[in-house]
């Protein structure tokens, strides 16, 4: 009966716009094309209408990245043929694509013979009505169905417990979904593939000998030292790489502000979370790559079965979470943590989109997994102290949603914030073609190299913003476009189809690729050779020390890049069950935390590639842990 009478309203609403553009001036029945730009590139449209109305929207191509896109390709035709007009609302977190539709569809229209006014006009919606307080009873409550959430949900949810996870969009990947496509781990049967030489040795060395902090970084330097003598004994050429190398780079490519038993797991576990994902259906390509900032070639990439760019670093646990008979309440935004009277969490208050209150209590534990706060701007000038600006003007890699919601939550619960103050900036583009710099070389855009590449974020970002423009230019070639990447960028979308974008340049030849940037060739010509001469020395002038192949076979892109707010290293405090500690540090009884919605993992500076790691080892020690309680 309820059904029925959804669908009688609906019917009513869509005759009442119809009634609406029927009233103004005829359009000539047929179908119409229009083409909006998306994030990805252009997206096509195909509208069909009668003389007084809109019969039907439909996308009929696109580029853009699955699970992201696809609640905007579902909605946004839908509503414009329900209230007869472009004039509706974007969809949360795929705003660009929603805008592309509406741009396209628009163009159709107007082709079509529609009045603008007429099919602008905002969308006549009813009032929504909130519906009566929902309320429920679960083992473990999971706020956020990022990564780490869904890797916690699935873990608990293995094992038995009575699971419900909350999301405030209305889709499953959260900031996950935009992920750069790469995940470290010290990983010896792919990295003995690969050669290093002397500065890598020297890189390793230096911080071997640098003075210990504390007595577990004098067991991870302890560990590599007695590693590099046996290496250097027997004269070989592999790139040596262990976990105690991996949590000792971490350790101080943050400044040592990382909680080094926090660092401990995450080294431990980085490979076993890679094959967790592979046994739960991720695939991988041949190899590791070095991902922008992550100063060591130890980064796994999935290949683009599950999706693009980070699909395949939460689509594998929540299939099977769904597959159990788990079920994630969409639209659900956790507003307050509650407490009992002995000071345990056990349960949540929230708001539904919709207004609908919502409590839901938790006899075992609350976890909250809901990222970090690179898209609140409020947020990011409250904490910064080492940016000059991160105001509005400043732009994100984030989802929209990415506002830090869950360290509000947990602070106004009673939960110590640590790191606050440490903002990732990245150099980035609409799409960079690959997360790696294997064989890519930064210049400014003159076309001079101005920094090693292999550095860290914070210093390639600082470095970018003294140069004129604060933009620059990744030049990379066919070892990466077509061995690394077989014509495909980590974003799914055709490499033809890129160099068609403003932001890429292409040439046959050096000389041709410098003017269709607008570089000097000569200035270019002088980069890449110096780059050259490196690879084939090993040492760098600028002080890089991770080689790959030369930048030597065309066609060569140059791919022009700015500097975003990417990733914020504080949060939460956690232990290393995950537990979220209170001001006094004492453990938050019922409560957990995993993903970039804590601090304490990465320091003062992430290496690229290591969010990942995070997200899915943290995530799964969160599940296990919460179904012991």
Same mark, same amino acid.
């Given at each position: 009966?309820?059904?029925?009478?959804?669908?009688?309203l609906?019917?009513?609403?869509?005759m009442?716009?119809?009634?609406?553009?029927?009233?103004?001036?005829?359009?000539?029945?047929?179908?119409?094309?229009?083409?909006?730009?998306?994030?990805?590139?252009d997206?096509?449209?195909?509208?069909?209408?009668?003389?007084?109305?809109?019969?039907?929207?439909?996308?009929?191509?696109?580029?853009?990245?699955?699970?992201?896109?696809?609640?905007?390709?579902?909605?946004?035709?839908?509503?414009?043929?329900?209230?007869?007009?472009?004039?509706?609302?974007?969809?949360?977190?795929?705003?660009?694509?929603?805008?592309?539709?509406?741009?396209?569809?628009?163009t159709?229209?107007?082709e079509?013979?529609?009045?603008?006014?007429?099919?602008?006009?905002?969308?006549?919606k009813?009032?929504?009505?909130?519906?009566?307080?929902?309320?429920?009873?679960?083992?473990?409550?999971?706020?956020?169905?990022? =990564?780490?959430? %869904?890797? #916690? @949900?699935? &873990? !608990?949810?293995k094992?038995?417990?009575?699971v419900?996870?909350? *999301?405030?969009?209305?889709?499953?990947?959260?900031?996950?979904?935009?992920? =750069?496509?790469? %995940?470290? #781990? @010290?990983? &010896? !049967?792919?990295?003995?593939?690969y050669?290093?030489?002397?500065? *890598?040795?020297?890189?390793?060395?230096?911080?071997?000998?640098?003075?210990?902090?504390?007595?577990?970084?004098? @067991?991870?330097?302890?560990?590599?030292?007695?590693?590099m003598?046996?290496?250097?004994?027997?004269?070989?050429?592999?790139?040596?790489?262990?976990p105690?190398?991996?949590?000792l780079?971490?350790?101080v490519?943050?400044?040592?502000?990382?909680?080094?038993?926090?660092?401990?797991?995450?080294?431990?576990e980085?490979l076993?979370?890679?094959?967790?994902?592979?046994?739960?259906?991720?695939?991988?390509?041949p190899?590791?790559t070095?991902?922008?900032g992550?100063?060591?070639?130890?980064?796994?990439?999935?290949?683009?079965?599950?999706?693009?760019?980070?699909?395949?670093?939460?689509?594998?646990?929540?299939?099977?979470?769904?597959?159990?008979?788990?079920?994630?309440?969409f639209?659900?935004?956790?507003?307050?943590?509650v407490?009992?009277?002995?000071?345990?969490?056990?349960?949540?208050?929230?708001?539904?989109?919709?207004?609908?209150?919502?409590?839901?209590?938790?006899?075992?534990?609350?976890?909250?997994?809901?990222?970090?706060?690179?898209?609140?701007?409020?947020?990011r000038?409250?904490?910064?102290?080492?940016?000059?600006?991160?105001?509005?003007?400043?732009?994100t890699?984030?989802?929209?949603?990415a506002?830090?919601?869950?360290?509000?939550?947990g602070?106004?619960?009673?939960?110590?914030?640590?790191?606050?103050e440490?903002?990732?900036?990245?150099?980035?583009?609409?799409d960079?073609?690959?997360?790696?710099?294997?064989?890519?070389?930064?210049?400014?855009?003159?076309?001079?190299?101005?920094?090693?590449?292999?550095?860290?974020?914070?210093?390639?970002?600082?470095?970018?913003?003294?140069?004129?423009?604060?933009?620059?230019?990744?030049?990379?070639?066919?070892?990466?476009?077509?061995?690394?990447?077989?014509?495909?960028?980590?974003?799914?979308?055709s490499?033809?189809?890129?160099?068609k974008?403003?932001?890429v340049?292409?040439?046959?030849?050096?000389?041709?690729?410098?003017?269709?940037a607008?570089?000097?060739?000569?200035?270019?010509?002088a980069a890449?050779?110096?780059?050259?001469?490196?690879?084939?020395?090993?040492?760098?002038?600028l002080?890089?020390?991770?080689?790959?192949?030369?930048?030597?076979?065309?066609?060569?892109?140059a791919?022009?890049?700015e500097?975003?707010v990417?990733?914020?290293m504080?949060?939460?405090?956690?232990?290393?069950?995950?537990?979220v500690?209170?001001?006094?540090g004492?453990?938050?009884?019922?409560?957990?935390?995993?993903?970039?919605?804590?601090?304490?993992?990465?320091?003062?500076?992430?290496?690229?590639?290591?969010a990942?790691t995070?997200?899915v080892?943290?995530?799964?020690?969160?599940g296990?842990?919460?179904?012991?309680?």
């Amino acid at each position: 009966m309820k059904k029925t009478i959804l669908a009688l309203l609906l019917v009513m609403s869509m005759m009442l716009g119809l009634v609406g553009l029927a009233e103004a001036p005829g359009m000539t029945p047929g179908v119409y094309t229009g083409i909006g730009k998306g994030l990805n590139g252009d997206v096509e449209v195909e509208v069909e209408v009668d003389a007084g109305s809109i019969l039907s929207v439909k996308v009929t191509k696109h580029q853009e990245t699955p699970q992201i896109s696809d609640p905007a390709i579902e909605q946004v035709p839908a509503a414009i043929v329900q209230y007869q007009t472009v004039g509706v609302d974007t969809v949360t977190n795929a705003t660009v694509t929603s805008q592309a539709i509406i741009d396209a569809a628009k163009t159709a229209l107007l082709e079509a013979g529609a009045e603008e006014a007429d099919i602008t006009k905002p969308a006549e919606k009813e009032a929504v009505v909130a519906g009566e307080k929902k309320t429920g009873e679960y083992e473990i409550i999971i706020i956020g169905a990022g =990564g780490a959430g %869904m890797s #916690a @949900a699935y &873990e !608990a949810k293995k094992a038995g417990a009575n699971v419900i996870v909350l *999301e405030k969009t209305g889709q499953v990947g959260g900031n996950t979904l935009m992920a =750069g496509s790469a %995940m470290n #781990a @010290a990983d &010896e !049967a792919l990295q003995k593939e690969y050669t290093m030489g002397q500065s *890598e040795i020297d890189k390793i060395m230096e911080m071997v000998n640098l003075e210990p902090k504390n007595d577990l970084m004098k @067991a991870w330097q302890d560990a590599v030292r007695q590693d590099m003598e046996k290496y250097i004994a027997d004269k070989a050429t592999y790139l040596y790489d262990s976990p105690a190398l991996h949590k000792l780079q971490t350790y101080v490519g943050g400044d040592y502000v990382a909680k080094a038993e926090l660092l401990e797991i995450f080294g431990n576990e980085a490979l076993n979370s890679v094959n967790w994902l592979a046994e739960n259906g991720a695939t991988w390509k041949p190899g590791v790559t070095t991902a922008v900032g992550a100063t060591w070639m130890r980064s796994h990439n999935p290949t683009l079965d599950m999706g693009t760019a980070g699909s395949a670093f939460v689509l594998p646990q929540s299939n099977h979470y769904k597959e159990l008979g788990g079920e994630v309440l969409f639209d659900h935004k956790a507003e307050e943590l509650v407490k009992n009277d002995e000071g345990r969490v056990v349960g949540v208050k929230g708001t539904m989109s919709d207004g609908t209150p919502f409590e839901y209590t938790a006899s075992k534990a609350v976890m909250i997994a809901t990222g970090g706060f690179g898209a609140n701007v409020e947020m990011r000038q409250k904490y910064n102290k080492h940016w000059a600006d991160l105001g509005e003007n400043v732009g994100t890699t984030n989802v929209a949603t990415a506002t830090g919601d869950g360290i509000v939550l947990g602070e106004a619960a009673g939960a110590n914030l640590i790191g606050m103050e440490w903002i990732q900036m990245i150099p980035t583009s609409n799409d960079s073609f690959t997360a790696g710099i294997n064989n890519a070389i930064f210049t400014n855009l003159e076309g001079e190299r101005f920094i090693r590449e292999d550095g860290r974020r914070d210093e390639l970002s600082a470095a970018i913003l003294e140069q004129p423009g604060q933009r620059f230019f990744k030049i990379v070639d066919t070892h990466t476009t077509v061995d690394e990447l077989g014509g495909v960028t980590y974003k799914g979308v055709s490499i033809e189809d890129r160099v068609k974008e403003e932001y890429v340049a292409y040439g046959e030849t050096l000389e041709e690729l410098a003017k269709d940037a607008g570089m000097d060739a000569a200035k270019l010509i002088a980069a890449v050779e110096q780059y050259n001469k490196a690879v084939e020395e090993k040492q760098d002038p600028l002080g890089r020390q991770l080689f790959d192949q030369k930048i030597d076979r065309g066609p060569f892109y140059a791919i022009l890049g700015e500097v975003k707010v990417h990733h914020t290293m504080g949060g939460l405090e956690i232990n290393e069950k995950t537990q979220v500690l209170d001001t006094q540090g004492q453990v938050m009884p019922g409560l957990y935390a995993a993903g970039e919605v804590t601090g304490g993992i990465h320091g003062s500076n992430r290496l690229g590639g290591n969010a990942i790691t995070d997200v899915v080892t943290f995530g799964r020690i969160a599940g296990q842990e919460m179904v012991k309680e």
